[in-house]
């Protein structure tokens, strides 16, 4: 099992910066999986933002936030980071990591292939 933590979320203007951060919270370490993550608004499925795989070596982003957001990961600390900068009011979401070990080296961006979850993190932005 592998328990994933989300923080960093929280109110900000359009405009403005947040850092989500997603640490496992286990024994089993997340640095043999491909991280990503993912957000979700009320009636919507759950949309992939950006992945990353195990070694951080190649990343993925939705359209909507390239150039916005970046993901990375730092393995020692058996964490997965997601900066978000110029977000707007459409960023709105509870915004979800998870973590897949079928294909480490691959980042994708179908939910269903991801094999854990964390509990998901609120990000408001206000116009």
């Known amino acids: 099992q592998v328990q994933l933590v989300e923080s960093g979320g929280g109110l900000v203007q359009a405009g403005g910066s947040l850092r989500l951060s997603c640490a496992a919270a286990?024994?089993?370490?997340?640095?043999?999986?491909?991280m990503g993550w993912f957000r979700q608004v009320p009636g919507k499925e759950r949309d992939f933002v950006a992945g990353?795989?195990?070694?951080?070596?190649?990343?993925s982003y939705a359209d909507s936030v390239k150039g916005r957001f970046t993901i990375s990961r730092d393995n020692a600390k058996n964490t997965a980071y997601l900066q978000m900068n110029s977000l707007k009011s459409e960023d709105t979401a509870v915004y979800y990591c998870?973590?897949?070990?079928?294909?480490?080296?691959?980042?994708?961006?179908?939910?269903?292939?991801?094999?854990?979850w964390g509990q998901g993190t609120q990000v408001t932005v206000s116009s």
């Open positions: 998870a973590a897949q070990y079928g294909r480490p080296w691959y980042v994708s961006g179908n939910y269903a292939e991801y094999d854990y």
């Open positions: 990353i795989n195990w070694n951080g070596g190649t990343t």
């Open positions: 286990s024994r089993r370490t997340v640095s043999m999986s491909a």
